[in-house]
Structures are given as structure tokens and as C-alpha cells.
């Protein structure tokens, strides 16, 4: 199995999410990738939504070049260059991604030997360059390669500039991970969440990499004040959304932490709030497979039960 096929296979697992077991989870086969077909959805004013295999895509063209918001995985590059040559002739200047996950972040390395400048905040290079841990599988994702690293990172927000077209970057903390991003193109009047909204379904948080159901409704009511109702937006997964979906997706999420609350106040471990199913009635709307609510439960629980660990300890580790 080639280096890339290895990573693909290691992306599938860690964002798979299946319950902890006793024994190290078998590898999915690798997605047949010349099987999926990129679909695209025109937004208006020279902005589109690409939908593959991974996360969503958005394209928005300047007059020169393209402003591209995450790339799914590598293997894709060439469908998704030529499905964005479909609406248009111009290069790709910048691809952004909105957090560390492979099937966002998959295409950075083919991207950017075609000329592109890969944009993210700061701690996504941190998670790419050292690899990372699933918090509910123990699945290990190793280093991403020096060229698949973002080139370009911030801190707080970024503004892209480009002849005809501003793309606005705000880092949300600790919501689906520690380094998302979410992408406003004001005069498109089209908003990118990656994985910080999923539309239709439970999202995943990734608590065990800095994601916290706290911050994931902070950038819910962040959405929400900056949206209105003609806003296109582009989930991380799932269909076009608007701010009505948006509106929905918060609720839910409100719902899960206050019943969640309850039960860590009560002293409940992670295996009696997964017994006690306190989103049975969410599920059939949010939950895709049984295995998906089960999941959800989880890293809410965890969001809510784990401590925040303590950055002076490993520091002082670190200095021994």
C-alpha cells in the first residue's frame, strides 16, 4: 500500500469514531475514489459548493484567481480541478482549511505543488506536523508530510484580498477542534463553517484535540449574528444550508448540553449516560446510525466531564 493510500486509510479510521473497544479497530478499506463524482452547486456571484468524498468545498472566483476553502483527500485532486474548470478558467491563489482533519486537509500537498498558498490557524499546522490521536478510538494519525503543511497561518482572524473578492477568516476556539476557522465572503454573501456546523446530522467533536460542545455553539450564535435569511452556507457536511438549518442545528446542540450537564453533575460515568440515551428522541432527526448517537453521546460527555489538563505540567515535563 502506497504512503498516500496509508494515510487515507488512517483519515477513514480516526474520523469513523466507532466506540473504544479492547482491541485496535480493524482498517476500513480505502474509499474508491474513482467511483465518486464531484458535485456542484452554483451559490451566485461567482461562488460554488463542491461535494465529493471528505468535507464540502468552496470555490469563490476573483478576477484573477480562485479562493478555494478545504481540498478533501488527495487522491481527489484532479477531479476537483477539473470540476472547478467547469465554472472556471482561473488558478487556485489560496486553499484554506478550516481545521486539521484529513478530509479537509487531503489535498493540500497537490494543491499547493499546483501554485497554491495553503491558509489555516496556527494550531492546524501544530496538529498536521505532530499527528494526533482519535479520543474515542486510540486510532493514530501520524505526521503530515512538510508539503502538505499550511504555509501561511494566523492567529484571530485573517482577511484575503484578491481583486473582486475578500475572503474573511475568524478563528473559533475549541469548537469542533483547537483550530477551526470558518470563512465569510461578506459581499457573496456565502459563509464556509467547515465541521463547526454539520448540516442534517450530529457533528464530531473532537475533544481529545481541543473540540468542546461550548465552543461549538459559540460559533452557532457567531453564524447567526452574521447570517441572514438569502445567506448561502456551506456546512462541512451534509447539503447547502441556510440560516433557518442553522437555527435548527444550535437548538440541537443546546438541548445535548444541558441534558448532558445533568448527568455529569450527577456523578454518571461516559457507560451509564451512553445506557441512558438522553438524545433517543434527537436521533431519528440527527443521527444517521445507531452508532452515530452513541458516538455523539460520548463526546459530549467528554466535552462537559473531562479537566482541562494542565498546561503547566507538561511544561515542566518538558523542561526535565
Known amino acids: ?157 485573517y482577511k484575503i484580498r484578491l481583486r473582486g473578492r475578500v475572503a474573511d477568516l475568524k478563528h473559533i476556539a475549541n469548537a469542533h477542534t483547537d483550530g477551526d476557522t470558518y470563512v465569510w465572503f461578506k459581499t457573496a454573501n456565502v459563509l464556509a463553517t467547515g465541521d463547526t456546523f454539520t448540516n442534517g446530522r450530529y457533528p464530531n467533536i473532537d475533544f481529545a484535540n481541543g473540540g468542546n460542545i461550548k465552543g461549538m455553539i459559540a460559533a452557532a450564535d457567531t453564524y447567526l449574528k452574521l447570517t441572514n435569511a438569502k445567506t448561502r452556507i456551506v456546512p462541512g457536511h451534509g447539503p447547502l444550508a441556510d440560516k433557518a438549518a442553522l437555527m435548527d442545528y444550535r437548538a440541537m446542540l443546546v438541548t445535548a448540553r444541558d441534558r448532558m450537564a445533568k448527568l455529569v453533575k450527577a456523578g454518571k460515568s461516559e457507560d451509564d449516560v451512553v445506557a441512558a440515551k438522553p438524545f433517543s428522541d434527537l436521533d431519528a432527526k440527527w443521527a444517521p446510525t445507531e452508532l452515530a448517537g452513541k458516538n455523539f453521546v460520548r463526546v459530549v460527555y467528554h466535552s462537559l466531564a473531562d479537566k482541562p489538563k494542565d498546561k503547566s505540567k507538561d511544561n515542566s515535563k518538558k523542561g526535565a
Do not use: W
Open 1 to 157: 500500500m502506497t504512503k498516500a493510500k496509508m494515510a487515507v486509510v488512517a483519515t477513514m479510521m480516526a474520523l469513523s469514531v466507532p466506540a473504544l473497544a479492547q482491541t485496535p479497530p480493524a482498517a476500513p478499506p480505502p474509499p474508491d475514489f474513482s467511483k465518486v463524482e464531484i458535485r456542484t452547486t452554483d451559490l451566485g456571484d461567482n461562488c460554488y459548493m463542491l461535494e465529493g468524498q471528505g468535507g464540502n468545498i468552496t470555490v469563490a472566483a476573483a478576477k484573477d484567481e480562485i479562493i478555494m476553502v478545504d481540498g478533501e483527500f488527495a487522491p481527489l485532486h484532479d477531479k476537483i480541478r477539473a470540476a472547478i474548470a467547469t465554472v472556471s478558467n482561473l488558478p487556485v491563489k489560496y486553499l484554506v482549511n478550516t481545521h486539521f482533519h484529513g478530509d479537509h486537509t487531503g489535498g493540500n500537498e497537490p494543491f499547493a505543488k499546483d501554485g497554491a498558498t495553503v491558509v489555516a490557524e496556527i494550531n492546524v499546522k501544530n496538529r498536521l506536523a505532530a499527528g494526533t490521536t482519535n479520543g474515542l478510538t486510540g486510532v493514530q494519525t501520524p505526521p503530515a508530510p512538510q508539503g502538505a503543511l499550511p504555509t501561511k497561518t494566523y492567529t484571530g482572524a
